[in-house]
């Protein structure tokens, strides 16, 4: 089943809410699933919650539009700032600009995919998406570690799945990775951090829990700061 880790803001009528908060009766702002990305905005019904269990968890990296090309000018550069980090579920859709569809995450393309937001004039570029790989820990908690691209074998972060949602530990300082990153998320502590045994992966994807949501009539939500536009766990029509 799809879905988010704990801790996804979501866009209601009472502001940004975690996705574990939400319950059934609450309103978020929702679009017309098949309306495009100028469809107007309304606030609707949520119908029924799901915390789906343990899923397959990808990481999406993406920038403002307007800084892409920015982005893509100077991509030889080591560091790419400002990047906003989403963690989703593979087989969450999203509405993907230019395909005027939903697409799995699983299917997005580095460079190749523009994500639609509540701002019916903003978009966001797709810099990098990959799974979460697992790696043991010294004490058995399940963990895992983020690529830094899909092509290289260094990565840039930790994760944890823990009962207040998805931990994360930037690996590099700000400033000397590849990547400065924006976020949500708990972050580990550092007694967490030494658990981790980063030498031992065990080739397996990483999964956490994740939540989602039935959404009345449109079928549609927005998530993180910049309002992404994703599918609730209905069928798409």
Known sequence: ??????????????????????????RVLSRPERGGQGAPTEYKLV??????????LYRILYIDTDN??????NHHLHKIPNLTVL?????????????NGWVFAYQLRNGESTLVSLNSKK??????????????SNDGVESG??????????FDM??????????????????????????????MSAEEISTTNISEQTGDLFSANTY??????YHTYFVGHDGIWVHDNSPTN
């Not at 892409?68 to 000018?73: I, L, P, S």
């Not at 963690?87 to 395909?99: A, P, Y």
Request: proline residues 3%.
């Open 1 to 26: 089943m799809m879905g988010f880790v704990a801790g996804t803001l979501v866009h209601t009528d009472k502001g940004l809410v975690p996705i574990q908060e939400i319950k059934v009766g609450d």
């Open 47 to 56: 119908t029924r919650v799901f915390h789906s269990g343990k899923n397959i």
């Open 68 to 73: 892409a090309n920015n982005f893509m000018a």
């Open 87 to 99: 963690f989703i579920s593979e087989d969450h859709l999203l509405w993907v600009k230019g395909m």
């Open 123 to 136: 978009t966001y570029e797709v810099i990098s998406i990959s799974p979460v790989y697992g790696e043991e």
């Open 145 to 154: 570690i983020c690529p830094e691209t899909s092509a290289r074998s260094d």
């Open 158 to 187: 930790l994760v944890m799945d823990s009962p207040c949602g998805l931990k994360v530990h930037n690996v590099y300082q700000v400033g000397t990775g590849l990547y400065d990153f924006e976020h949500s998320y708990k972050s």
């Open 212 to 217: 989602t949501l039935e959404v009345e009539d």
